[in-house]
């Protein structure tokens, strides 16, 4: 498995999600903030968002441990440092937030990120996202019971 370190709006767009779920905006639902909360996470925007970047640094660090530096790792923007950008809400679609959960998430599953309290936070966050979304599919809706 190859692993990268993610574009920051991959970040900024789940650090956002989790920001309206805050006030539980539309389809990001306020138990979301106890999920991060209960694993002790943060979860203030610019925070989660600094301890997303650094978790995925390190994932890719443990991939890849012969680069010596976190600059040398592989990434489509590279590791500087990680600074917290408000995602437009009107590019947010339910979908999209839950694939860059799923972006995130697989290029954090190196060493021992997988068994970090942030992962298994965004995990069980993502978990709930697409649950959420199946269960509104027509399909689902006309599915037997």
């Not at 138990?31 to 301890?51: D, N, Q, S, T, Y």
Request: glycine share 4%.
């Amino acid at each position: 498995m190859s692993a990268y370190v993610v574009d920051p709006e991959t970040i900024d767009r789940i650090a956002t999600a989790v920001d309206l779920s805050r006030n539980d905006y539309q389809d990001y639902p306020s138990h979301w903030v106890g999920i991060l909360e209960r694993h002790g996470c943060p979860v203030k925007p610019a925070f989660l968002g600094a301890a997303m970047h650094a978790l995925n640094v390190e994932a890719v660090h443990q991939r890849y441990p012969d680069d010596d530096t976190p600059d040398t790792l592989p990434g489509p923007v590279g590791p500087k440092v990680y600074s917290y950008k408000t995602f437009r809400v009107s590019m947010m679609s339910r979908c999209t937030t839950l694939k860059a959960m799923h972006c995130w998430l697989y290029q954090c599953s190196e060493g021992n990120a997988p068994e970090r309290p942030l992962f298994k936070a965004i995990e069980e966050i993502s978990q709930d996202l697409a649950y959420r979304i199946v269960c509104e599919l027509p399909e689902y809706e006309k599915a037997p019971w």
